[in-house]
């Protein structure tokens, strides 16, 4: 079944730290695959999508993400972290040709000032 | 320019109760999408909501339905309440035609308990 996998459940960094948040998606075809991210007391919002042309997709407030075809995977990154960057951040990818979304589990990050 | 909002943000209700959650999706959209979002959990899907029809529906069962009126707002509805909905239920609003690489827009959610 299709399926999404966040490997990092609880990250914890010191400002300034690189971050990297492993997703991984278990399907093949024409791949489209989100990052959201929930800040504290805020909605869902999306912080950068990739669905076709340059792997390397960037986001909004430095973050990017590659998209690794062989490896199944979209790894989300930032070689800077910043205590507003605590939030919880998921994984999400369209099932089949609808814009139906399945969500990973989410990765709670903890950024210590 | 509003974004997706739902009322009421905070409900408990007891065991065998029913719920309606509404919801009313961002200016211009015209498709709306329920989530439930167990603590712990990613968002899981609901159904969604296209010209005042259910398009898509997930894997839940009859308990749960839903709504969409000429206004493209929608209402979910949960009959018979067990303690495992206790959950946030997030409504999200897009456009049809944006397809699978669309975004989604997303309220801050129901958080409904059951006791």
């Known amino acids: 079944a299709q399926s999404v996998s966040q490997h990092n459940h609880h990250v914890i960094l010191s400002e300034a730290a690189s971050l990297e948040l492993g997703c991984n998606y278990s399907?093949?075809?024409?791949?489209?695959l989100f990052w959201y991210v929930q800040y504290p007391g805020q909605h869902l919002q999306l912080l950068l999508k990739?669905?076709?042309?340059?792997?390397l997709v960037k986001g909004i407030k430095g973050f990017e993400a590659e998209f690794i075809k062989s490896k199944f995977s979209f790894n989300l990154r930032k070689p800077s972290v910043q205590w507003s960057d605590t939030a919880e951040y998921f994984c999400a990818a369209p099932r089949g040709a609808t814009n139906k979304l399945i969500f990973g589990t989410g990765t709670l990050l903890a950024v210590q000032p | 320019d509003a974004g997706v909002t739902q009322s009421p943000t905070h409900l408990i209700k007891t065991r065998g109760q029913q719920v309606t959650l509404r919801c009313s999706p961002k200016?211009?959209?015209?498709?709306v999408s329920w989530y439930q979002q167990a603590l712990g959990q990613g968002p899981q899907f609901i159904f969604q909501?296209?010209?005042?029809?259910?398009?898509q529906r997930g894997n839940f069962p009859d308990r749960f339905s839903g709504h969409q009126f000429p206004n493209y707002s929608s209402e979910l509805n949960v009959n018979a309440l067990l303690l495992g909905d206790s959950a946030l239920y997030l409504c999200?609003?897009?456009?049809?035609?944006?397809?699978?690489?669309?975004?989604?827009?997303f309220g801050e959610g129901s958080r409904l308990t059951v006791l």
């Open positions: 399907y093949g075809g024409t791949v489209n």
């Open positions: 999200a609003s897009s456009l049809k035609t944006s397809g699978t690489t669309g975004e989604l827009f």
């Open positions: 990739y669905f076709s042309g340059d792997p």
């Open positions: 909501y296209y010209e005042e029809e259910e398009r």
């Open positions: 200016s211009g959209h015209d498709t």
